[in-house]
């Protein structure tokens, strides 16, 4: 079967750094997304990696490596802001998305 | 810019009850449309996804059905909800190429009595 594991919640501190697993075990890979999800509210895309390597979006970065079938996301300067679920989806072989259940993150001041 | 309305935003029903739910999308042609469920503290699962007028894929056999009338129009119906059929629903959509993310609406909550 396919499976996405990610942590399901994480707490971290305002201004400090976080970073999110994501493990993947899907039939075949064609790339790999992270999502926003606040409360009650719909995805937001955030990034997408498809190589190896690190993606750096502003104070988000997503990591990927396909040997290991893992990536992360790493949040940097905190903001309470940034309090919300975090979602990782791999597109399969027949490029549907598989998704995660997400990643509850709750910031404290 | 393309932008995509879903709505209801929020729906109670009884059970047996039928259901439409209904989702456009505007500023782009041709798009892949999707409809997903989200149970509290799971994935999104998908129920169905559209590459055209007329084309359905079905994902998960339910008691759900879409439809995609126009272009830029898809539909969720059921005759008769269930109980189980409780859910965050959300409408997506995506074009271009593989590396092209999904962009979502602002999703229904159904809450089946």
């Known amino acids: 079967g396919q499976n996405i594991d990610q942590p399901t919640e994480m707490t971290a501190t305002e201004g400090a750094i976080v970073q999110i697993n994501c493990t993947y075990q899907?039939?075949?890979?064609?790339?790999l997304f992270w999502y926003q999800q606040h409360a009650g509210e719909a995805p937001t895309f955030l990034s997408y990696?498809?190589l190896d390597g690190l993606e750096e979006k502003g104070r988000f970065s997503s990591f990927l490596s396909r040997s290991k079938g893992y990536s992360y996301l790493l949040l940097k300067e905190l903001q309470m802001k940034d309090s919300a679920s975090y979602l990782c989806?791999?597109?399969?072989?027949?490029?549907?998305?598989?998704w995660g259940a997400g990643t509850k993150l709750i910031i404290k001041p | 810019s393309q932008t995509i309305h879903q709505w209801p935003a929020t729906l109670v029903q009884p059970v047996g009850s039928p259901l439409s739910l209904e989702c456009t999308v505007e500023?782009?042609?041709?798009?892949?449309l999707y409809w997903y469920r989200q149970a509290a503290g799971r994935g999104l699962q998908l129920l169905f996804y559209?590459?055209?007028?007329?084309?359905i894929s079905s994902e998960v056999p339910q008691n759900l059905s879409a439809s995609r009338p126009q272009d830029r129009q898809f539909i969720l119906s059921s005759k008769k909800l269930l109980l189980s059929d409780s859910g965050f629903y959300l409408c997506?959509?995506?074009?271009?190429?593989?590396?092209?993310?999904?962009?979502f609406g602002d999703g229904t909550r159904l809450s089946i009595l």
């Open positions: 500023g782009t042609s041709n798009p892949n």
């Open positions: 559209s590459v055209g007028i007329g084309q």
């Open positions: 989806a791999v597109r399969d072989s027949n490029y549907q998305l598989i």
């Open positions: 990696n498809v």
């Open positions: 899907t039939s075949g890979f064609n790339g």
């Open positions: 997506a959509w995506s074009v271009g190429g593989e590396h092209q993310p999904q962009h």
